[in-house]
């Protein structure tokens, strides 16, 4: 049985053109490209050459405004802490409700260290309305912090706009953006359209590079004291010794990802669009969730009434087919989703929540597969529903009121 991969935004396959151009740092050219010695020079001048093509993809910012890390998670964390221990005398911080939780918790852990912090909501498509922005801000806000988009629907958000109007309304209010979603996946241009941004993360598992290495982008002038303290690495913002292969490989994803972006992006937005087309039509009962907004084009959000998501998984992993409920980074809570219970998807459908995410090598063989497998297993599991009557296929008469009571409200 082949295996079907469909779970990209939790991490992809290292791409082969990743690996090669990380082999010869994991083999005959491994020293500390900090030594002194002749042989460390090479190594330490990948790393410059890395960081100077992240930088040139990124829209032209300056070489010195990226910082490695070694994943979103730790980039997100720099930003927020680091933006805080810089300014004490502002206390307050506005995120959104859907954050991933490497930006949710570190929020919650500002709450418990005595700042405020406001979580603007989301509309039933999982859209910001940035007329909560306007309202939110304060003359004490320090930092508006909000992903550029949604790792469970894929909804993009206007984070340029949104800048803006912060920018606009105080200048030192800092901007930070979870970019992990979409840095190669659609253009990131921080000289231009992103040009209010100071601060965005991104992790390289997330484009074909592997698990292990992520970038921060610092505008020049943000104040952001160091996260880890040690040695001179990084212009002392990130003390530890550089992983040279695994920044060459973040830098050969992402100009791979630029240079395959005409291809990649209509090649895997038509298999989503395909995919949900024939489960709207095969399907009864069976919502997209975010298809009212601008999304990602390999993301999908499928939330099918009166089964259990685990199920779904279950049946899915065991037909060889890997999808998942929404952020693999809380697989393992029983919980509907945050987002999609911010979004007040009912009851009835936010427990049956399954995303499939593609990439480059997402096949419509692939495709073809899970729209064969996923009928009939949402099929077996409404047999066994007590609130599907399977002789007409519908709901029970008792169970419709389910269907339009929206999921409890995210707690902010």
């Avoid at 919650?108 to 999982?126: C, F, K, N, S």
């Avoid at 209010?173 to 000289?191: E, F, M, N, R, Y």
Wanted: aromatic share 4%.
């Amino acid at each position: 049985m082949n295996l079907v991969y469909a779970d990209n935004n939790a991490t992809t396959r290292v791409a082969p053109e990743v690996l090669e151009a990380m082999r010869p740092f994991l083999d005959e050219s491994y020293f500390n490209p900090s030594s002194m010695y002749d042989a460390a020079a090479g190594p330490a001048a990948a790393v410059k050459a890395a960081r100077a093509s992240l930088a040139r993809h990124l829209g032209g910012v300056r070489p010195d405004e990226i910082l490695f890390t070694s994943c979103a998670t730790e980039s997100n964390n720099t930003a927020i802490f680091g933006v805080v221990k810089a300014n004490p005398s502002r206390r307050h911080v506005i995120t959104s409700s859907v954050e991933h939780p490497a930006v949710l918790n570190v929020c919650r852990e500002l709450e418990r260290q005595g700042l405020e912090v406001t979580y603007l909501p989301v509309d039933r498509q999982g859209r910001l309305d940035l007329a909560d922005l306007v309202r939110a801000l304060r003359r004490d806000t320090l930092l508006v912090t909000v992903m550029h988009a949604n790792n469970e629907t894929g909804v993009v958000f206007p984070i340029a706009e949104l800048a803006r109007i912060v920018k606009e309304t105080d200048p030192s209010i800092v901007v930070h953006s979870d970019a992990t979603q979409t840095v190669g996946k659609l253009p990131i241009d921080l000289v231009g359209e992103l040009g209010h941004v100071d601060l965005l993360a991104f992790s390289g598992h997330k484009l074909h590079a592997p698990k292990g290495i992520g970038a921060l982008f610092v505008r020049r002038g943000t104040p952001c004291r160091p996260l880890l303290l040690g040695g001179h690495q990084e212009s002392g913002r990130r003390g530890g010794t550089e992983n040279v292969a695994f920044m060459v490989g973040l830098a050969t994803a992402l100009e791979l990802a630029a240079a395959t972006h005409d291809v990649d992006e209509p090649h895997v937005t038509g298999l989503r669009n395909r995919l949900e087309r024939e489960l709207l039509a095969r399907i009864p009962l069976v919502e997209i969730n975010g298809a009212g907004a601008p999304r990602l084009g390999n993301t999908s959000n499928v939330s099918c009434h009166f089964v259990e998501g685990e199920g779904i998984l279950y049946q899915l992993a065991a037909a060889g087919i890997c999808a998942s409920s929404g952020s693999a980074c809380t697989s393992g809570s029983l919980e509907p989703s945050h987002v999609l219970r911010s979004m007040g998807v009912p009851f009835s459908a936010a427990h049956g929540s399954v995303r499939f995410s593609f990439s480059r090598y997402t096949t419509e063989t692939e495709v073809e597969r899970i729209l064969a497998v996923l009928p009939e297993v949402i099929a077996s599991l409404r047999r066994l529903s007590p609130y599907w009557d399977t002789t007409t296929n519908q709901p029970r008469p008792e169970a419709a009121g389910m269907l339009h009571g929206a999921a409890a409200a995210h707690p902010r």
